[in-house]
T-cell receptor
């Protein structure tokens, strides 16, 4: 069974600084997708960034980038120039290519941003 | 364009009561799924559906039933509520066509069982 682990329950960053959130996963499959979701206090689930396992290039979305290490099964999220609005719960998630309805989530990391 | 609509947003149940959490999507997505969110445990998959008439169990299916008679609706039924089912519940719909895919989440239902 696939599992996703986020080992940092809480993280803190100073405004304008950079922070990295960690995620590891366990799978025996080779074709899958990885995601980072942001959940602010409103409970809305917001897609931050996604990575296809068959792509070697790390995904980037503005201030958000990932470090995807397929052999190590690691998928960390780097937030650059942190803003107060980045404060939220962040979830790492995994899905197999041929299982569109099933997302497997990690435990989440609560990120606080200090002004 | 409503996306995924969950009702109700809040609910308090007594132990042993039954209820149905409603989920509807208007995007013609083939996949729908239910998750529960508990502190320190992330979102865990309860049940999911790959199309009308087809459902399957996720990680934590016990105590919950689902059915999918139409593409649009995917209700989650609690037959006899227990305090352990106190949680926030999310419904999601998704599509997947080759390498093209996307997910939409509802706004969640906070359920308290007393």
């Amino acid at each position: 069974a696939q599992t996703v682990t986020q080992s940092q329950p809480e993280m803190s960053v100073q405004e304008a600084e950079t922070v990295t959130l960690s995620c590891t996963y366990d799978t025996s499959e080779s074709d899958y997708y990885l995601f980072w979701y942001k959940q602010p206090p409103s409970r809305q689930m917001i897609l931050v960034i996604r990575q296809e396992a068959y792509k070697q290039q790390n995904a980037t979305e503005n201030r958000f980038s990932v470090n995807f290490q397929k052999a190590a099964k690691s998928f960390s999220l780097k937030i650059s120039d942190s803003q107060l609005g980045d404060a939220a719960m962040y979830f790492c998630a995994y899905r197999l290519h041929n299982q569109g309805g099933k997302l497997i989530f990690g435990q989440g990391t609560e990120l606080s941003v200090k002004p | 364009n409503a996306g995924v609509t969950q009702t109700p947003k809040f609910q308090v149940l007594k132990t042993g009561q039954s209820m149905t959490l409603q989920c509807a999507q208007d995007m013609n997505h083939e996949y729908m799924s239910w998750y529960r969110q508990d502190p320190g445990m992330g979102l865990r998959l309860i049940h999911y559906s790959v199309g009308a008439g087809i459902t399957d169990q996720g990680e934590v299916p016990n105590g919950y039933n689902v059915s999918r008679s139409t593409t649009e609706d995917f209700p989650l039924r609690l037959l006899s509520a227990a305090p352990s089912q106190t949680s926030v519940y999310f419904c999601a719909s998704s599509y997947s066509s080759g390498r093209n895919y996307g997910y939409t989440f509802g706004s969640g239902t906070r359920l308290t069982v007393v």
